[in-house]
């Protein structure tokens, strides 16, 4: 699954990103605002947030 979400972020354009940024962010805060957050579902949204960092890197060292 971990290829199929950087191939579906690669594909995104740079505002794509940014807006999937804020969504993951938001999915974040307001999942552990609730109280009893569920750890795998932060270490799901935080791996995509890597995935996304390493595409901006490689995106800027072209």
């Known amino acids: 699954m971990s290829q199929l979400m950087e191939k579906q972020i690669r594909n995104l354009s740079d505002t794509g990103i940014e ?12 999942h ?8 795998n579902y932060i270490m799901k949204q935080e791996s995509i947030l890597a995935l996304m ?3 901006l ?3 800027t060292s072209k």
Not at 22 to 28: C, E, M, T
Not at 32 to 39: A, C, F, L, M, V
Request: glycine letters at 12%; hydrophobic letters at 25%.
């Open 32 to 39: 552990s605002i609730g109280g009893n957050p569920d750890p």
């Open 57 to 59: 890197e490689r995106r």
């Open 19 to 30: 807006l999937l940024y804020h969504d993951v962010i938001n999915r974040i805060g307001s």
């Open 53 to 55: 960092q390493d595409e």
